[in-house]
């Protein structure tokens, strides 16, 4: 083949990333998200993978992609089509560019990371590389809304994988991501007795007045350096200034480090909101642990040695942290699934009207990410990458061998199982 044309390939990445920042796809537009995804689905077709729907009636269809040639798919790439951004948002602020920098909604979160994604695939097949033949493609719907839709596609998906990467963006200096911490999402609904706050307010029992009870007994559940932290960020309740609030309502964010805090936090909050402060008030919560923690293990330890390694290959020095925020990493390595995550390119100010794209990490992220998906594919177990540590933990997750019904037939719309 001839050489591969990195700068040509940087070209072709920004045209794409632009016809999807100027397409609108917030999590609640299935038309606009659906329109990303018959329009990834076309660049995918080209390349002779096959695209596998997973219809939803409240959301934009989730795609599941693999090869024609697929051979045991057990490497997980995850990159979600959906942004924060209601519509009209595209048509108000297009997507532009300097000479660094591009933007528009999504640019970076993660439109960006879907053209390096493509590409990535793209240079494997025309560079002879078999790599392509492991991978299973998740693209789904409502990331930025929990994926309450895609959960059951991932986590069936990532039960089928040795390694999952999630093609998240990076921030600006290009840190991985291997432990985020997990979510959970409460509304809580407060019910007391109206009367006259002139009159009679003996005969009323605020529901205003118990929700007060209750926000600083769950604030109280903070505990910064652990990684807990309780936020009741929206509350409202009652009719008139001069009556004692029948109702009040409040909603809750809670964020933890480990399994055995989203555990115990739950329990605390449930346990609050069941033992009234004022006597003749009631409470009704619902929701709970939405996302849980994504923990760094000995086994993602190895797989982020091997990513690290390749990036050095190229010329980066990466590191790892931990970010407060979820993503569907959570839910591969609440599995057991050792997971990466923050592969896409490097961006900025994600989720406002100045959301950037760093335009020059595009083709250095997508060479990382061939060079880690060639090394994946060219292994049949992964372990620490000096061999001789022989550590048996990770090798037997990726040696497990997983015989899988791909469905691959065009109409269908089911994923995939274990025979």
Not at 1 to 19: F, P
Not at 192 to 203: I, Q, S, V
Not at 252 to 275: G, K, W, Y
Not at 346 to 362: A, F, N, P, V
Request: aromatic share 4%.
């Amino acid at each position: 083949m001839k050489e591969w044309d990195w700068d040509e390939s940087e070209s072709d990445m920004l045209a794409l990333i632009e016809d999807l920042v100027n397409l609108d796809s917030g999590t609640l537009d299935k038309e606009g998200v659906d329109q990303v995804g018959q329009r990834l689905a076309e660049e995918y077709g080209k390349l002779g993978f096959r695209v596998i729907k997973d219809p939803q009636s409240e959301r934009g269809d989730n795609l599941l992609i693999l090869h024609d040639e697929a051979e045991d798919p057990d490497i997980l790439l995850i990159a979600h089509m959906d942004t924060v951004f209601p519509r009209g948002t595209a048509a108000a602020r297009p997507y532009s560019r300097g000479s660094t920098q591009a933007y528009g909604p999504g640019v970076a979160d993660m439109k960006g990371s879907q053209a390096m994604l493509l590409q990535t695939l793209r240079y494997l097949m025309a560079s002879g590389s078999a790599a392509y033949r492991k991978v299973r493609i998740v693209l789904n719907s409502d990331e930025e809304m929990g994926s309450v839709h895609s959960r059951s596609l991932i986590e069936q998906q990532a039960k089928l994988s040795r390694c999952a990467l999630v093609i998240e963006p990076s921030d600006d200096q290009g840190t991985l991501v291997t432990r985020r911490r997990g979510g959970g999402k409460y509304e809580l609904h407060i019910q007391g007795t109206a009367a006259h706050a002139g009159a009679e307010p003996e005969k009323g029992r605020s529901a205003i007045g118990e929700l007060a009870h209750k926000i600083i007994q769950l604030h109280a559940l903070t505990d910064a350096a652990a990684g807990i932290h309780v936020n009741v960020g929206v509350i409202g309740g009652g009719t008139s200034v001069n009556t004692i609030a029948p109702h009040a309502f409040a909603r809750i964010d809670v964020r933890m480090r480990t399994a055995e805090q989203a555990r115990q936090l739950d329990e605390r909050i449930r346990h609050i909101c069941a033992h009234p402060t004022l006597e003749g008030t009631s409470a009704v919560l619902t929701g709970g642990i939405t996302r849980p923690p994504m923990m760094k293990t000995m086994e993602t330890t190895y797989l982020l040695e091997l990513v690290l390694k390749e990036a050095e290959r190229l010329g980066e020095k990466l590191i790892d942290c931990e970010v407060g925020s979820g993503s569907d990493g959570n839910l591969t390595a609440a599995l057991g699934v050792p997971t990466i995550d923050g592969l896409g390119p490097r961006g900025g100010k994600l989720h406002s009207s100045e959301e950037y794209l760093r335009i020059d990490t595009l083709v250095p992220r997508a060479r990382l990410l061939a060079a880690v998906l060639e090394r994946l594919a060219g292994q049949s177990a992964i372990m620490s990458l000096d061999t001789a540590k022989g550590d048996s933990g990770f090798a037997h997750l990726c040696g497990a061998g997983i015989d899988v019904d791909l469905a691959w037939d065009r109409g269908s719309s089911n994923p995939g199982s274990r025979r």
